[in-house]
């Protein structure tokens, strides 16, 4: 029970304390000033680091693939994070309006400025870049395309949005499955470097992912079996 003495009677001075920057030898340091007394804090402050592993390709062919992927993912990654953005807030705005009617008017608004915000850029994508998207929002939304247009919208309209995909080949009820898709793994590999790069800005997945579990997997053959 000592250990819950010593909390006790620290907590005051800690809350007292301040912190400034003093001087010293030509070089900044941040000092903790407590009851007035600096003393130096010598622990650096760092952001999260994600050890990733060496890239390293069977061919050439596997390393040209690589480089395309890397494009496009992160061509469309950031239409993903602004409809994860988008839909987190008119979720939380549908929570504030009780009637039916303003509900329906206030998700027809977002909709409009949605497509009228980013229509003509998606247009621009091709086939391949379109199918990334869609389990882009899988990852950022935990909900497929399919789902959220059937919600947004309506569930005939969602089945003819997504046969008119079909014919396209892209899928709108593609899930973001980096267990098993090997192709999948190498977006999300994608995606971890270009954070720790700072290329991409981070936002949480909506999915449980583990990269360095899915690492063990694909690169070192490893389960958890093994």
Do not use: C
């Amino acid at each position: 029970m000592n250990y819950l003495k010593y909390i006790f009677v620290i907590i005051p001075f800690l809350a007292s304390a301040q912190i400034g920057k003093v001087e010293q030898d030509s070089t900044d340091v941040t000092y903790i000033i407590i009851e007035g007394d600096s003393i130096p804090k010598t622990a650096i402050d760092l952001d999260e680091v994600m050890l990733l592993h060496k890239l390293e390709f069977d061919s050439k062919k596997d390393r040209i693939r690589y480089l395309i992927l890397r494009r496009k993912t992160i061509k469309v990654y950031p239409y993903a994070k602004l409809a994860s953005e988008r839909l987190d807030s008119l979720t939380k705005r549908l929570k504030t309006i009780t009637k039916k009617r303003q509900r329906k008017r206030y998700t027809k608004h977002v909709q409009k400025y949605i497509e009228g915000e980013f229509s003509e850029e998606l247009k621009k994508l091709t086939r391949t870049e379109g199918q990334i998207l869609v389990k882009l929002i899988h990852r950022q939304t935990g909900r497929t395309a399919f789902d959220l247009v059937k919600e947004l919208r309506n569930g005939w309209r969602a089945f003819w949005y997504n046969t008119t995909a079909n014919v396209f080949d892209i899928k709108l009820k593609k899930e973001y499955d980096p267990w098993n898709d090997k192709e999948d793994y190498l977006i999300e590999d994608i995606l971890q470097r270009n954070f720790q790069s700072g290329r991409l800005e981070r936002q949480k997945s909506a999915l449980d992912i583990d990269f360095y579990e899915l690492t063990d997997k694909w690169v070192y053959n490893k389960t958890e079996d093994n």
